[in-house]
């Protein structure tokens, strides 16, 4: 999914007033988050957070690849939601977001080699 498309659907689904810079910074977080904790130290990792614009938006692809770049449109509707001061709706797209993220990190976990190849001792 590139970064375009994330916003297009948040769009689509819960039209908001929150310019795009603020999703856009939103997005650079999570994707900063997910460079820590998730990638930091395996191969293929990238180099720096990134941080994404309205420039490159159309041809930069966020680093979860489908079925877990749903995180990305569950987190920004979760942001709107409590921008909106929607508690309820808010809660609902943190979990969501939560379950795809937590699926997300384990299989990378499963899946992602270590640079220094290390391997996990069950």
Same mark, same amino acid.
Request: no cysteine; charged share 30%; glycine share 4%.
């Given at each position: 999914?590139?970064?375009? #498309?994330?916003?297009?659907?948040?769009?689509?689904?819960?039209?908001?007033?929150?310019?795009?810079?603020?999703?856009? @910074?939103?997005? $650079? *977080?999570?994707?900063? *988050?997910?460079? @820590? #904790?998730?990638?930091?130290?395996?191969? !293929?990792?990238?180099?720096?957070?990134?941080?994404?614009?309205?420039?490159?938006?159309? /041809? /930069?692809?966020? =680093? &979860? #690849?489908?079925?877990?770049? =749903?995180? %990305?449109?569950? %987190?920004?509707?979760? @942001?709107?939601?409590?921008?909106? !001061?929607?508690?309820?709706?808010?809660?609902?797209? &943190? &979990? =969501?977001?939560?379950?795809?993220?937590?699926? %997300? @990190?384990?299989?990378? $976990? *499963?899946? &992602?080699?270590?640079?220094?190849?290390?391997?996990?001792?069950?």
């Amino acid at each position: 999914m590139t970064v375009k #498309e994330a916003l297009d659907t948040v769009n689509a689904l819960k039209p908001h007033p929150y310019d795009p810079k603020h999703l856009l @910074r939103e997005l $650079s *977080r999570l994707d900063g *988050r997910i460079l @820590r #904790e998730v990638w930091q130290g395996r191969e !293929g990792a990238a180099e720096a957070v990134p941080d994404y614009t309205q420039e490159t938006a159309e /041809t /930069t692809a966020l =680093l &979860a #690849e489908e079925p877990y770049d =749903l995180m %990305y449109i569950h %987190y920004l509707m979760a @942001r709107v939601a409590l921008w909106n !001061g929607e508690t309820e709706r808010y809660n609902q797209f &943190a &979990a =969501l977001f939560e379950e795809t993220y937590a699926a %997300y @990190r384990a299989d990378t $976990s *499963r899946n &992602a080699a270590w640079k220094d190849g290390r391997k996990i001792q069950m």
